[in-house]
């Protein structure tokens, strides 16, 4: 059996009282409860403060450009179906700087969960505006206030995207629930997590969640896209968390038929794949 | 010279001038002639102005010429343009019903081309054929060849209307032309060649590679590639993704090749701007990748169909830091397929980006070429270890310092062995670090890797006398016309050679030096407006060339436009 120690890691440099803590820990207990070891894991990460936690712990690691997770993290998968890809990074890295990846990626439905720190600000750029600060947000770049957010889960939802789920960094347990249900789907995962930044956003803190977040009840049906389109435009007094839509389409893997033979990186390299191709052109 | 015919084929798009003149080109590389093709479009779907050149030779070309024996304008325009271009003795087809604008002279030959088409094989849509037919009766040429490739490259019913048109109009021809056509072609040989274009030629290149994972977004004039191995996908065992742009592609290619399967992508100048940011990420975390690069002329969006070797200096830069890299850039269809094949080696045993550095008119150009020879083609996979290997490893560090740079390379998934990669500058383990030292020793340890790299590289081709006073100085795609250009001076008693580059990056300095050290003049010949390779042979082994001729209008260089460039600069004395 996987233990949490198999996933200990070395010292980490975020902030004291940080919201990713909660998120490390969330992911290591999903990982050890699926029993899974660090082997057969692989974490794609991207620029900032999220895109350093697969240095916080064990497994295999692609630690890529800002915003550039998620296409790394699918040529990897595509290469080797039988990794577990975890892509990370925070909201300005996947909503950002990788804003067209994060709309093709779902719309493509690859295989992997894509777990987002959403802070709400660039935190280690030192506190500027990102994709889903709320408007009016005042920083350095933006002493006028930000603009209107994106809605990454209304987004998700319009992408007909496998899993959309949201929790928050301060529950652990329901936090490390989400992301094995996040693995366990077979297509795309997206789990937008709501990230205190202790340093840069003085109103979303973990008490202004705390106050506001709640659990969707059994009586909430995740296949419902109408419905899904309601709970993710829900915001303010009260915040959902939990799967906000779920479907099952066919992933992009499924229909590729090379992957049939088994993964690429177990298929031989022999020049002579090429001899009829050859014989074609005489 | 024994035989030697051109062929121009015109039309606007849509008009099927590209099929026509491939089927010309396959009807005379299958009765054993040399075939060198060529193709000049515009970027639209419909209407403007295309031709496709199909030169015929009994040995080996690879260049265009511009004259025509034959022109077969398919449109009024494409009389206008090439007529002025027909040889002495050459004959112009066209349809006399659809063009009356021209009053039978001496090589004008009207025929019915679309009345026959309706008569003969029911169809309008046959007339290229019936065309195709007429040009082939010209020649006495064996229509039973024609009939084959006709029937293998269209299906059932349609096949056999096309062949009743080429019927047509070879009877129509020889019937009713009363001159003699003084090139007669009896196919020769039992022809085992090839005939594809370099695009074509490359794709096959990575396959032979064992090259498992593509991703690229299209763009001409690179598009090619990504079709023909997203065609052949199921049955190489290849993943071809088309992504949402350049830079997913790049960084797609990058995580496949971290995972453990051979990675290309393919592009031109504009979507390889996109990837600069992913070069760079390559060349950090050490991840062996292969990036075409089919050059077109530029900046911004340029000339979309047109070509130009305007990146040279772009690709050799690339990315922001300094990192190990090679550079390729074929000569010839065989080149293409070769040099691809080399470039995943490199990549892997130097866990480093290769640029593949080709361009539109090497890619669209058509060329006979002995079936490539696969076993040529070893996989050599470098320091890349299996999982048994691994597995007997106490302890494992993706980065571990070295004395070739090379580090042993473990996949994701091994049992025994986590491997980190990262873009920050890092440790031997794979984490960030901020240290001097080890930065230092870091970057040190990647540029070391260059080395390695330069023993790889190939030497530069020479042609000619190496006494000659004059050294013509290329590379890439332009080798052919150079190559005949050298031939012409010397039937013009202007002795000259040609060193020209084909592996580029590790450069070449000793034999370059060599060779330019002993000649008395030395013009540098490409495709681009400011001389790029002149001024890398100068910064790279401090000679000054003697003078440059410089083309950069889009379209590729025939022996005959650097020749006349040639005797401007040596017999009026311009230079030397």
Known sequence: ?????????????????????????????????????????????????????????????????????????????????????????????????????????????????????????????????????????????????????????ALAVACDVGLVARSFAGDNEHLSQIIKIGIQHKGFALIDVLQPCVSFNHVNTFAWYRQRVYKLGDGYDPTDRIAAFQKALEWGDKIPIGVIYQNDRPTFEDNVPSLKKGPLVKQKLDPAVCNKLLDEFI | MGLNLNVIVGGEAGQGVQSLGFILAKSLARGGYHVFADQDYESRIRGGHNFFRVRVNDSQIAALIEEADILIAMNKESLDLHLGKLTKDGVAIFDEEAIKDYSPTKGLFGLPLESIAKEKAGDKLMTNS?????ALGLMSYDLEILNKVLAE???????????????????????????????????????????????????????????????????????????????????TGMVVVQPEDEIAAINMIIGAAFAGARAMTCTSGGGFCLMVEGLGLAGITETPVVVVNSQRSGPGIGLPTRTEQGDLEFVLHAAHGEFPRAVLAPATVEDAFYLTAKAFNIAEKYQTPVIILTDHYLGSSYATVERFDLSKITIERGQLLSEDEAARLTQYKRYQFTESGVSPRALPLYKNTLVLADSDEHSEEGHPIEDAETRTKMMLKRLRKLEGIRLEMGQPRFYGLPEAELTLVGWGSTYGALKEAVDLLRAEQIPANLLHLTELWPFPAETVSSILGKSRQSLVIENNATGQLARLIRRETGLKVSGTILKFDGRPFSPADILREIKKEVVHGKTG
């Open chain 1, 1 to 153: 059996m996987v233990k949490l120690a198999d996933y200990a890691g070395g010292q980490t440099a975020w902030c004291p009282g940080c919201g990713n803590f909660g998120i490390l820990t969330a992911v290591k207990k999903a990982l050890t409860e699926l029993n899974l070891e660090p082997y057969q894991v692989l974490m794609v990460s991207g620029i900032g403060q999220a895109g350093k936690l697969p240095h916080y712990t064990r497994g295999n690691v692609l630690n890529v450009l800002h915003g550039r997770s998620l296409p790394a993290a699918i040529g990897a998968k595509l290469a080797n179906a039988e990794l577990i890809v975890l892509a990370i990074g925070g909201d300005g890295d996947g909503y950002g700087e990788g804003g067209n990846h994060f709309i093709h990626s779902m719309r493509r439905n690859h295989d992997l969960t894509y777990i987002v720190h959403d802070n709400q600000v660039y935190a280690l750029t030192k506190g500027q505006a990102s994709p889903t600060s709320d408007q009016g947000f005042i920083s350095k770049t933006t002493p006028g206030g930000a603009s209107a957010p994106l809605n990454p889960l």
């Open chain 2, 130 to 134: 019936v065309a195709l037919g007429a």
């Open chain 2, 153 to 235: 490259h269209f299906k059932g019913e349609v096949a056999k209307a096309n062949i009743l048109a080429a019927q047509a109009g070879y009877d129509y021809i020889k019937k009713q032309f009363k001159c003699n056509f003084n090139q007669q072609l009896r196919p020769f040989g039992q022809a085992q060649r090839m005939l594809l274009n370099g695009n074509e030629a490359l794709a096959l290149g990575s396959v032979a590679a064992g090259c498992k994972f593509v991703a690229g977004y299209p763009m001409t004039p690179a598009t090619t590639i990504l079709e023909y191995l997203a065609g052949k996908a199921e049955e």
